[in-house]
C-alpha cells in the first residue's frame, strides 16, 4: 500500500483545514488508518485512528471535539478534518495505515503535509 498525503497548508488561528490520504491497492478497504503529527523539535504522535470499517475511531485528548477522522473507502481515501485550530497545532502530518487493528504498529505511511496554524 502507498499512502499519499496532502491538504496542508498556512492558516490563521480558529481556521479549518481537511487533510486527504489517498491510498493504492484494494487492501487498503481492509486496513485500520491513522493520522500522526511531528510538530518542530518534537516527537511524533498520535493523532486519530480509525477502523477499516469505520466502526470506532480515536483521539488524542488535545484534538478531541475539534478534529474528525473518516474515510471512503470506495475511493481509498482518507481524511481528517480539523477545526479551531490553534497555533499548538502546527506540525507535519502523517497517515498511516495497518494491516491488523490490534498490532501497536503500522505498516505504511505517507510521506507528510505541512499544517502551519498562525497565531
Known amino acids: 500500500v502507498q499512502l499519499q498525503a496532502s491538504g496542508g497548508g498556512l492558516v490563521h488561528a480558529g481556521g479549518s483545514l481537511r487533510l486527504s490520504c489517498a491510498a493504492s491497492?484494494?487492501?487498503?478497504?481492509?486496513?485500520?488508518v491513522g493520522w500522526f503529527r511531528r510538530a518542530p523539535g518534537k516527537e511524533r504522535e498520535f493523532v486519530a485512528a480509525?477502523?477499516?470499517?469505520?466502526?470506532?475511531?480515536s483521539y488524542t485528548d488535545s484534538v478531541k471535539g475539534r478534529f474528525t477522522v473518516s474515510r471512503d473507502n470506495g475511493k481509498n481515501t482518507m481524511y481528517l478534518q480539523m477545526n479551531s485550530l490553534k497555533p499548538e497545532d502546527t506540525a507535519v502530518y502523517y497517515c498511516a495505515a495497518k494491516r491488523r487493528e490490534v498490532s501497536p504498529s503500522y505498516d505504511y505511511w505517507g510521506q507528510g503535509t505541512l499544517v502551519t496554524v498562525s497565531s
Open positions: 480509525i477502523s477499516w470499517n469505520s466502526g470506532s475511531t
Open positions: 491497492g484494494r487492501t487498503f478497504r481492509s486496513y485500520s
